[in-house]
């Protein structure tokens, strides 16, 4: 290479040199006025903002009757709250405390633009934290660049560390001042839009023992949509950080004293954290279906709140919960609770007053109509759920008494160890080493089996039950139910108690309803499958869900076991048809135009120390109307009713609310009266036709 050749390279390469210096020093200050200059204009946020989050909350799914009469409803509301990690930030806190020095300053007036107030609000901001650092550092002339680099926290995680980096940068002291005055500058912005709350009432909320906890702070609740938003504006343009809203649906029901125990209710709790939960009802047992899927929104918002686009912004809708339509009728069950508060009221008095419920099922289906238990609460108020939680119809145990007497005859029959015409010794039956079985004060010499379930004789009974033998018996008590739960689709529902029946003392109370503890809803599902032709089905609340607004899923009914043959079946119809009758135990039962079946039940009350109570007792009625082929079955029990109206009994409190309110029921379902030639008043047409024996094979 030539001496010429070498100088032209040399040069070349000098030009080449200088040309990408030039390009890195460009690009080095491109950076500096990235991270120190832009920084200053805009608040001391390189990456533009601060990210702020907000939870979308789902709607809560509707529940309905079974006509799609909506019975919960959902009112949407916000709740204000403090992010006490940021309220304790000088660097968040300024943007307020620089916006309020600001608006007082002579110069604001001169800002005519936008762009004007800005940089004016930012050159107030930085004068607050370089007062801080400067007083921490003992000097005014502290590097302000590695102040303003630092962003704000924007997760409560590494708190610890934060809070030690913010007070190696700033002084404690003037920071703690910062806090202060900020927030009282807040909650005087805040406090015109909450009347229920003052200046000091809101820094009280904040504040607790002069500190703000670095946690969520709930401030208000039950905002209206359009209060929070005109606080929420309010807020913006004050330039207050560490306020968010976050969207509150309170549980609404549409008749609050209706259907309380099955509907149940949702409620903020001291460990359910800032949302409700489901304690009671379906709304806990299918929470997870009603419930949804929460969503979420994240952004970046500038000094003034306003969103700015950012690579890290994140929206994911909320899911909405499923509806669900119940089996029970609103109609029905009106009817039902009217009825059952019209009874309560009236065996009431001032020392005490009696529990009870009522439960209507339809056989075929196992679908309940209607259940109704008292004491009850309010939904909405919760007023009387201190007394009222406690669901009687099924999650009360009590000695059901000769209501009980269907599963020794069904037990006889059934096996053919007897018919409903075998004659039974109804004299007092006496048990070693027990008192004796009898029916004191009445005494009957001998009856039929169908008579023993006519006059309700305990003798009778436990005869009855001795035919078909303790293994036998036990056999029908299981397929009646008795012996589990019946898995309705409700929280809390509680199982039998039953003494042992091979010892001969206790067969002898368990065959008339005593030494065991079933509850109400056992019962009923066990009449239920006499009137299904001897099938029993699971009970039924939940007709279907809305797998959205136009696909509807059904729950199928359920049949759970054949507990006797269609003939054991229709003849026990029968015997109880003849209960009503005028010379039986339930003949206030008896309606003009239906034929009527059903079993009145008395049992003595328990004392807590043992023994029974001499005159107290729990009394029950279960029916089923018409006989022939019943639409429905219905139990009504009442557990300690007063005696100032009537000795109580089945036949005497609980036969005349079956008839007042099957009577309602049957004109609700426009059920058809017999013809003239079935009077009821005439025995000879008190025989349903389709209730006589039949050699239908089992199914």
């Known amino acids: 290479m030539t001496t010429l050749t070498k100088s032209r390279f040399a040069r070349r390469s000098l030009v080449l040199c200088g040309v990408a210096g030039g390009v890195v020093i460009w690009l080095m200050l491109g950076l500096v006025n990235i991270q120190l200059v832009s920084p200053r204009k805009t608040g001391g946020l390189p990456s533009g903002g601060i990210l702020e989050r907000e939870v979308l909350r789902p709607q809560r799914g509707r529940i309905m009757d079974a006509n799609e009469e909506i019975l919960t ?40 633009t936008e762009k004007e107030q800005e940089r004016l609000i930012s050159g107030f901001r930085r004068k607050i934290l370089n007062q801080a650092a400067s007083r921490k550092n003992g000097s005014k002339e502290y590097n302000l660049a590695k102040i303003l680099l630092q962003e704000p926290e924007e997760e409560p995680e590494g708190t610890d560390k934060a809070q030690k980096r913010m007070e190696e940068l700033y002084d404690p002291a003037t920071v703690q001042e910062y806090v202060q005055a900020h927030l009282e ?14 200046v000091q009432d809101i820094i009280s909320s904040v504040e607790k023992d002069g500190k703000i906890p670095k946690r969520r702070i709930v401030i208000a609740k039950n905002l209206s949509e359009e209060k ?33 125990h099955i509907l149940g209710y949702i409620a903020q709790t001291e460990t359910s954290g800032p949302y409700p939960v489901a304690l009671a009802g379906l709304e806990k047992q299918l929470d ?5 899927h929460d969503g979420i929104r994240e952004c970046r918002k500038d000094s003034r709140g306003r969103i700015i686009p950012s690579a890290d912004s994140r929206f994911k809708d909320a899911v909405d919960g499923l509806n669900v339509r119940l089996t029970v009728n609103m109609e029905y069950q009106t009817i039902v609770e009217e009825e059952l508060d019209a009874a309560i009221s009236f065996y009431t008095d001032s020392t005490h007053k009696p529990r009870g419920c009522i439960i209507v099922v339809e056989p075929k289906t196992g679908n309940i109509l209607a259940m109704a238990s008292r004491p009850h609460y309010n939904l909405n108020t919760r007023e009387g759920l201190r007394e009222g939680a406690y669901h009687f119809a099924v999650q009360s145990l009590y000695e059901p008494g000769s209501t ?12 053919g160890k007897a018919t409903f015409d075998t004659m ?98 056992q019962v009923a599902m066990a009449y239920a499958a006499i009137a299904n032709d001897g099938v029993r089905m699971r ?9 959205d607004d136009k696909n509807f899923q059904p729950s199928p009914p359920v049949e759970v076991c054949r507990v006797m ?38 049992a003595h009350k328990v004392k807590p120390t043992g023994g029974y109570y001499e005159n107290r007792y729990t009394v029950s009625f279960v029916g089923m109307l018409p006989v022939e082929n019943p639409a429905f079955v219905c139990l009504v029990v009442i557990d300690d009713p007063t005696s100032k109206h009537c000795h109580p009994g089945g036949g005497t409190v609980c036969a005349p609310i079956f008839q007042k309110l099957a009577t309602r029921l049957a004109a609700a379902m426009n059920i058809p009266k017999n013809t003239p030639s079935a009077d009821p008043d005439k025995k000879t047409s008190r025989v349903p036709a389709s209730a006589s024996p039949s050699n239908q094979p089992r199914r």
């Not at 007082?104 to 001169?110: K, R, T, V």
């Not at 005869?463 to 078909?468: D, E, M, P, S, V």
Request: charged share 20%; proline share 6%; glycine share 8%.
């Open 185 to 198: 500058y807040a909650a005087r912005v805040i406090a015109p839009f909450l009347p229920d709350m003052s």
């Open 404 to 415: 009980f007497k269907i599963v020794a005859a069904t037990a006889a029959v059934d096996s």
């Open 288 to 292: 997870d279906q009603l419930l949804g």
């Open 565 to 602: 043959s269609i003939k054991t079946a229709r003849n026990l119809r029968n015997a109880l048809f003849h209960v009503t009758d005028m010379d039986g135990t339930a003949k206030r039962a008896r309606i003009e135009g239906y034929n009527v079946g059903g079993k009145t039940g008395t």
């Open 228 to 260: 929070a938003e005109l606080l929420r504006e309010a807020i913006q343009n004050a330039r207050i950080r560490g306020f968010q809203f976050e969207t509150s649906s309170k549980r609404i029901y549409s008749v609050p004293e209706c259907m309380v």
């Open 424 to 521: 039974i010794n109804c004299t007092p039956y006496i048990v070693p080493g027990s008192r004796p079985v009898t029916d004191k004060p009445r005494f009957y010499n001998a009856l039929t089996l169908a008579g023993v379930l006519k006059k309700s004789s305990n003798p009778g009974a436990f005869r009855i039950a001795l035919k078909a033998g303790w293994p036998t018996y036990k056999k029908y008590f299981d397929l009646y139910g008795f012996s589990s739960k019946t898995g309705i689709e409700l929280p809390g529902e509680t199982n039998s108690q039953c003494q042992d029946g091979s010892n001969f003392v206790n067969f002898s109370r368990i065959s008339f309803g005593y030494s065991l503890m079933v509850s109400p809803l």
């Open 539 to 547: 009970p039924r609340l939940v007709d279907g869900i809305y797998v």
């Open 73 to 112: 409803n959902n009112m949407h509301s916000s709740i204000l709250v403090a992010d006490g990690y940021h309220l304790s930030d000088p660097k968040v806190i300024s943007y307020a405390l620089a916006y309020s020095k600001a608006v007082h300053s002579p110069l604001w007036a001169e800002a005519e």
